[in-house]
């Protein structure tokens, strides 16, 4: 199915773009058959589209403005509701107090790709929430809808193959924000042999996953990501793996961000490889560290301490303890998703991503996240009540260990080619 | 797909359903992760399915009672959008405002088949809400929900044909509301050679329509019913038709009442039917009049007064006029919803459903609204804002034509068959 | 897919069918280019279709006459084969000697329905066969050509559901020959809870099953037919069903008898029901012995006789054992069927079938063949090689044991009712 | 679909391959029922797979000498047709007439992939036939088997789009024959904007099209490649094209080599083109001259000598006409394809392909013929018949002119390009 046609008419531009989308919505909302109801939604569709950045955010604010709840029907409902706070009341409050243009959302929505419009619409918006934070009660509305709309119970997971379209694959190669997919060739070898690769679709953006995730199959929990990365054509399945590694998720819409799927799709996808693979025992990951030379740097640590372990204080950070072990939440947006999940952190891997980006966001480390069904809930209750990180014995005795241990650590060369890691794609936390 | 899964293990009835279903909610509205949030909401839509209709009204009643806006949240937003309205305090006050249900409904959506929960969920409030308006608020909250989640922008229009799944099929045969379906063989005869069917679907519902229209190629306006009823299987499509008659507009989701995609619909069939043939120059309506006898009654008029048109006095029905011609809204929901549409009242057609239901409600009339491209918006205009009526010239003379006309009309026989319509089937509206 | 197409134009009829049939035919031959070829064979395929039977076998004795080889060059290739019978030769004289309609019939195909149409036309010969032996080299013809297409390489196998089309699910009413199926409702009974039916499709017959299998699951091997066929609509399936029992299988096209699919299809068909459930250790059928009762009465032989068990008669018919337990083959198609396929036969049941037609054809009478994986190609092997049929324990006991057992055997009743079985539908032998 | 399944379990070599291969295929042959039919075939197809290039054609030469016609049974079917040539014994004589190796390849066909593995196997055969003559007549089975098979009434045209499986586009990059694919950059841009793909496909190979046609939608008949050839991104789809060129048709398989799909697909894609862009009038090609070069080198003549108009040369090259216009037969097989469609030999094109190749194989001309529908069939006629040139007058003037015009054509740098172009790729013929 295409999203963009490419045959439309081109329009002439409008000579008060800025009124005439203001006239269409305020018809849209008033239109109260839908005779023409989809007409002006497709022509204020239309006519958004073709907005400049500048005028964009002066209609966006002229909605904060002037399209919230109407104030006369709002007052008239508080005052009620402080008469008698009863469930009608409450019910009429609640519908007072909805915003007017929630319902202009919903109807633009009808115009062809209108979804893809908001979704876009919201993006923008999360980029120039920070210059002009007046624009957060538009934000708050599309992420209200979006929400409610890329509900879990709408979505669908689906494998992603060598045989998909290309134009969906092409969106792996563009979003993948964990492991950068070289073209076409490295992708392929990402979908087939012993590679799996999974999505979750809403079925108003058939074109392109909300989220994917890259597996690996293989006989051990994997330690460095260069040999999952390196994928001739030669290679074949194992016959028969034992261990999943979730080794990227990436999400592919700017504009969904902060409406978390991630976790429900790695837990259905442990049940489909399960089904597919009958001798798979374990489900792991191979996860970046994104915060972790941050965090180093703000607090003025180095891994590179003579005499320390370097793991211990990855593992500190991983856990939010302090140096004595004392318990806190994960700093960390990877470990704050995979820990939320339920998953336990399992192994720290030093000279696990020797590049310059993997160097410059942790010093060359990843970790590994075990996902175990069984502890799953247990795990994720503790983490979400008490802050507690589900660990392995091998990480419990690098934080409950001596703070100086034997092992010596040198980077010299890491410093050196410290980068800034890239910000446009999305890493899913 | 199956929507219905027939092995799920049978579980014992729980002995406190209604608390059950109460503890589970509350678990499902804390699931702040959601590890286990799709487990429980499973576990409350299946507890709400096994409660039995005392219990699950009381459960409702618990929902409206105990579930709505947080009151101390609420006062605050209150207070403050009261000290300064402005976009951010609105914002902060459309949030508290929402009832905490909305959420828990929102979260049983991601149970499997939560979408048909709900939908069954509402139909069953509708039924309940005349003995029970205290369920107002959260049948409210449902609607606002499916009306959000149904918008035009995720539904699909498509041909219902012989090759459609049996399963669709039979929704059509048990939700036919206006003329009866009689098994198989009359299904297929409304499918196939001059006949054709289309319906509206969400991704959520693939087995079923949400509404389907029935669709008759001819070469004139029909002005009778038994006509289209009757399909022998010999019969073949005319070569070049000229007409499209639609002769039946029913809805399938009772839950989904008051959401209104007919007029949509119409429209789509429209462009659908042009380009499959070209020949087609004329897009009319046969339809009931369910609203004539009753208002005959109720005002005590009789369509068999010798010396009158009876024409006439179905034309001030549908047209809402008072007998001396002047303008009004039309009280027929059927007429309502063509006119709405912008439909033009072409033609009243005497003896045309002679069916006992025919009879009973409209002493066997029935009318043709015919559909122009060019003229829907401005009919629906003057419709919307000044009740005007769009009516041909046959029937404006009826209306402003001498009360008296020298046509007899009698039905003595009608009136010994008038029955009462059925009322489980919902006639699009 | 459509296969046809419902508003053609219709044509008159030609003033000389037969010789229009012929010149198209002629032409369709010489088109040595394609570029008129489709259309010329749209037009014959359309000429020959409006033929009157007797006109039909007019023109299919024109090809079995006129059409044969090219007697000039295969008397020249014989000629040369004679004189040096090489490979060279050789592959000359297989061109030669293949008749110019088989090229004919391969340019019919190219047109629309055009495999329908040689189908159907096969259906045709083999009915006229008897009356016409003349048409035996055109009817060899057409059984070369589609055995060779109809190849089990290009067939599928697929699961025939309640969500198949109506229009494949119509097929199974009409063509369902062991056990009539008496509408829809018990079409649905049959393909849903704890029944399953699977079909094999071939591309170019989409609509329809070449060939179909329904499947009950149960906890035990089904000794009667009754309680398989009723089917309350509240029947959910075992929760972990031990045994599948294959009650019927069909053929729908009569153009395709002899091109046997059926053991192709049992085989995959278990391998399918494993996967989806894997408690299942037995695979038997529940099968018709349809000439029982004709051998019997050929023989002079009946089952009542006093004294006599009357399972020890079925069993020599079975096995195709002399009265003294001499081996030999079985004279029944069914049991040919599944001997043929490696099945054993593994019990008899009287009183298994008391419809008119099971008495009919054998005396209420039924069998379980039973298909274990580990057996089927030794038991195939021996039975094609020596006759030896497979058998049970319990079977071998009754053919061996002594001719007159205690057990008593009285179905007066029986004799009443026996009726001629419907020839119409082709069980699948 | 995916063809290559890649977990098989790897199988060790076999000690003796060639006589396993043997014994398999007996085996297979005897295989009366088929329960181990298809295990077998499976392995024979395994067997196959793994042969060295000597043993395969080993094995063929086998199959050549020991797997035709049954030697006695055909020289009785010869004596009795000799003594009485009637269609019984015409029948008789064809059955007995075909080489045992025919069904052998039939049931090959049942192993999974069987028929791609006979597609490849003709390949190979077609690559080692010039050095192996004696392996013609297996060739020859193949060819008859593969032309039954892949029957037009097989076939469907569908688009190619960027929607289409990475897997089948891939295969495009790979055989595109005509103008060189330079990634999957390019390929979009030949699927997209104003440019279309169609492909035609067989059931049993789902994932590659047999062949492809590439088309751009332009306001003018192209005299030149380069232009269609570059495509940015931003190219947007006239939104009324006139014409619509085809620029490219390749082959995909090899093994199909000889079974012309190409004439029916191009008239195809006409009535499928002019249902989506009604404005379209003029179909054309821009077209390779492939022999045109190989022609003048025989020929000892030279496009560049003084005073002449080269593009008269080519056109009597094209049209097979001797020097003084008498019509003839082109040698050229790009120009006998699109002749023997009945298109118009139209407009010849100097410097239209200035590539390496274009230079290389044609000095750089390339030629438009143009298919006019109410022509086709009485073009085609009089060139199949006669071998008469439909020809524009522009060519028509060209060849009947005088000798030598005043036109000058100077190509010095051509011959310092010219190459020996690409032998591995098959542009339809």
Known sequence: MRLNVPFLPRKAAHRDPLGE????????????????GTLTATRLAAALASLDDETAQAYDLWLVDKLGPDAAMLGASIERWLERPDAAHAAQLTRSAEPRRQELLRRVNTAPCGTRHLVDWRARLLRQLAQCPALAPLEADLRHLLASWFNRGFLTLRPITWDSPARLLERLIAHEAVHNIAGWSDL???????????????PALPDTPLIFVEVALTDHVSEAIAPLLDHPSSRTAPDRPSTAIFYSISNCEPGLRGLQFGN????????????????LTTFATLSPIPGLVRWLDAGGRSLSREGDDPRRLCALYLTGSAPDGTPGRPRDPVAAFHLGNGAELWRINPHADVSPKGIAQSEGMMVNYVY?????????????????????????????GPAASPWRWTLPWAHAHRLSPPQEKQPCQ
């Open 188 to 202: 392929r070898g990402r979908l087939e042999g012993d590679r799996r690769c999974y999505g979750f679709f809403h």
């Open 264 to 279: 429900f799709l790695i837990k259905q996808i442990v049940a489909d490889l399960k089904a597919e693979f009958p001798t």
């Open 372 to 400: 175990r069904e069984q502890d799953l809930v247990a795990n994720h209750e503790r983490f979400a009540q008490h802050g507690h990180v589900a660990r392995s014995r091998e990480v419990a005795a690098l934080i409950d």
């Open 21 to 36: 989308a203001q006239r269409l919505s305020l018809g849209l909302l008033e239109s109260c058959g839908e005779t023409q």
